[in-house]
């Protein structure tokens, strides 16, 4: 059994970083058509070769390294990066002999701090100004949308009684989430961009005025490290916000298609929104993300209470 299960996680990691290469393709090829261009169509059929090309460049490149920085966080917190976007995919419920736990929802928000740590070795290991100055908001910011996007999680687990995913298919059946708390949607899909580092809170890749972060102290496969973190992450967002608003199911074909969906509006955001302000970030967070999450959170709470006062 356990070995049966080795084998299908193995198998959904190549899958998710084969996705990652085209979801690259996807994201050049309709910001192409968004600024009425045209997007990677040299390399194969269309261009659909392009993503292997610049894998195959980046990890064959020269590295060079400074002769001050701290080696372990700098050469750890990229591989730390990719692992956790990748063993976070386990908590959702594809019933094909994969991990199946019921706390799989506070699973995923350990993941999620967890992922603090490995930018914070990015920028603290190279010994530059930059770097740290780069690291701080982008720190700031996981930490600002993180509470939010718990704060949300909490107020379903509230309604649902259950810190499983399954649940949130088994109670939309008749109605989805994204009628039933339309606001939670609102500030949720916000919060998922935020997480994931995507326009317009992309501060991590913000050239103009943060010098893009910390991205600039790595080259070749450890850049590439980063950039398949970053990409493997997008599409497990979109599929949490499926099952989260949509109410599908992993092993469904609907939710795969509604998966692109939401993966091609992240892509959409980015090709008509311009980066924010961070103090305008922080703003929203602190004073319109927030408040709404906790209002929603007591609002279900005293659902809950006077649907069990009433029935019992």
């Known amino acids: 059994m356990m070995v049966i299960m080795i084998i299908n996680y193995l198998i ?5 970083l084969v996705s990652v290469a085209f979801v690259t393709l996807l994201e050049r090829k309709i910001l192409g058509y968004i600024q009425i261009r045209k997007g990677p169509n040299k390399v194969g059929y269309m261009g659909i070769l392009q993503p292997f090309s610049d894998a195959v460049k980046l990890f064959t490149k020269e590295s060079t390294n400074s002769s001050v920085f701290n080696f372990l966080p700098y050469y750890f917190s990229p591989v730390f990066s990719l692992f956790i976007s990748l063993f976070v995919w386990v908590v959702l419920p594809y019933e094909i002999g ?3 736990f019921n706390m799989s929802v506070l699973f995923f928000l350990c993941c999620l701090s967890v992922g603090v740590y490995s930018t914070m070795g990015a920028g603290l290991a190279p010994i530059c100004k930059y ?4 690291k701080l908001p982008i720190i700031a ?8 996007l718990a704060l949300i999680l909490f107020s379903f687990i509230i309604l649902l009684g259950g810190v499983s995913l399954d649940l949130f298919n088994n ?5 989805w989430f994204f009628f039933l708390s339309f606001p939670l949607k609102l500030i949720g899909l916000p919060s998922c961009l935020a997480e994931t580092n995507r326009t317009p809170f992309d501060f991590s890749e913000g050239d103009s005025e943060l010098v893009s972060g910390f991205i600039p102290e790595y080259k070749s496969g450890g850049f590439a490290l980063i950039f398949m973190a970053e990409y493997a992450s997008n599409p497990f967002m979109s599929g949490l916000f499926v099952i989260f608003f949509l109410g599908s199911h992993p ?6 298609l509604k998966l692109v969906f939401i993966a091609f509006s992240f892509i959409w955001v980015r090709g008509t929104l311009p980066r924010l302000r961070y103090d305008k970030l922080m703003y929203l967070a602190w004073k319109s993300v927030l408040p709404v999450a906790i209002n929603y959170l007591f609002f279900f709470l005293g659902i809950k209470m006077f649907c069990y006062c009433y029935f019992i």
């Open 251 to 256: 092993c469904d074909v609907l939710f795969y």
């Open 171 to 175: 109670y939309q059946d008749n109605m």
């Open 141 to 148: 910011q996981t930490i600002s949308y993180e509470l939010s």
């Open 12 to 16: 959904l990691i190549i899958c998710v």
């Open 131 to 134: 770097s740290l100055l780069g």
């Open 98 to 100: 994969l991990i199946s």
